[in-house]
C-alpha cells in the first residue's frame, strides 16, 4: 500500500517569509502524480499545485514551487512571501498512474503571523 | 457550472439511523469519489467509482454503502449510524489524469 507522511503537524511563518512544508511518500510505481491541497476554514479543498512524477522540472505555480525528489521519495512544498490568506491546512497527496485512488497525508496546518 | 455539489450540508442522527448524502457533478467526470476527513486523519478513502453502474471499496468501506446508477450521481448511504461514523463527508470526480474537483463537505453528527 502507498502512503503519504507529512511529519509536520504545525508550521509558523511571518508574514513576506518563506516556509517549507515537507512531504514524503512510499511507493513501488514509476509512474504517479503528487499534488499539494489547501484547505482553509471554509473547508474547501482548493489545488495549489501538481506534479508529474516523469516530469524533472519542479512545478511552479506563482509564489507556490515544489522540490521533488523522485529518488529519495520526497515532495516538498515552498511558500514563497507568505500571505495571511496563505494560512490554512494543507495536504499532501498522490496517485499512481495505474491507480484510482487518491492517497492523502494527514496534514499540516499553517499558520501565518502578521 | 456547479462543479462537485454535496446534500446535505450538515446533518444530525441519533444511533441507529440511516441517510443517504447525495454528490452530484455536472462535469461529465468517470470517476467519482467519497473520503471522509478526521481531525489528525487527513482524508481516508470510502469508495468510489469508475463509471456509471460500478463501485470499489476504498481504506475505510465498513458501516457504508455506494451506488451510481447514473453517471452524475454518486450516493454514499449509512445504513445504522454509529458515533464512529461522525465525520465530514467529501465527495469529489475527476477525468482522465486531471487533479480531484472536490465538494464542499457534508458534517455528520451521530449522536
Known amino acids: 500500500a502507498q502512503t503519504v507522511t507529512q511529519s509536520q503537524p504545525e508550521m509558523s511563518v511571518q508574514e513576506a517569509e518563506t516556509v517549507t512544508l515537507s512531504c514524503t511518500y512510499d511507493?513501488?510505481?514509476?509512474?504517479?502524480?503528487l499534488f499539494w491541497y489547501k484547505q482553509p476554514p471554509s473547508r474547501q479543498m482548493i489545488l495549489v499545485i501538481r506534479?508529474?512524477?516523469?516530469?524533472?522540472q519542479n512545478a511552479t505555480e506563482n509564489r507556490f514551487s515544489v522540490n521533488f525528489q523522485k529518488a529519495a521519495k520526497s515532495f516538498s512544498l515552498k511558500i514563497s512571501d507568505s500571505q495571511l490568506g496563505d494560512a490554512a491546512m494543507y495536504f499532501c497527496?498522490?496517485?499512481?498512474?495505474?491507480?484510482?485512488?487518491?492517497?492523502f497525508g494527514k496534514g499540516t496546518s499553517l499558520l501565518v503571523t502578521p | 457550472n456547479a462543479g462537485v455539489t454535496q446534500t446535505p450540508k450538515f446533518r444530525v442522527l441519533k444511533t441507529g439511523q440511516s441517510m443517504t448524502l447525495l454528490c452530484a457533478q455536472d462535469m461529465n467526470h468517470e470517476y467519482m469519489y467519497w473520503y471522509r476527513q478526521d481531525p489528525g486523519m487527513g482524508l481516508r478513502l470510502i469508495h468510489y467509482?469508475?463509471?456509471?453502474?460500478?463501485?470499489a471499496k476504498g481504506e475505510v468501506p465498513d458501516g457504508y454503502n455506494v451506488s451510481r446508477l447514473k453517471k452524475q450521481n454518486f450516493l454514499l448511504g449509512l445504513e445504522s449510524a454509529a458515533p464512529s461514523q461522525t465525520s465530514v463527508y467529501f465527495c469529489a470526480s475527476r477525468t482522465g489524469s486531471n487533479p480531484l474537483h472536490f465538494g464542499n463537505g457534508t458534517r455528520l453528527t451521530v449522536t
Open positions: 467509482s469508475v463509471g456509471e453502474g460500478t463501485t
Open positions: 506534479q508529474e512524477a516523469y516530469k524533472q
Open positions: 511507493t513501488s510505481e514509476s509512474d504517479y502524480y
Open positions: 497527496a498522490y496517485r499512481p498512474n495505474s491507480g484510482y485512488a487518491l492517497n
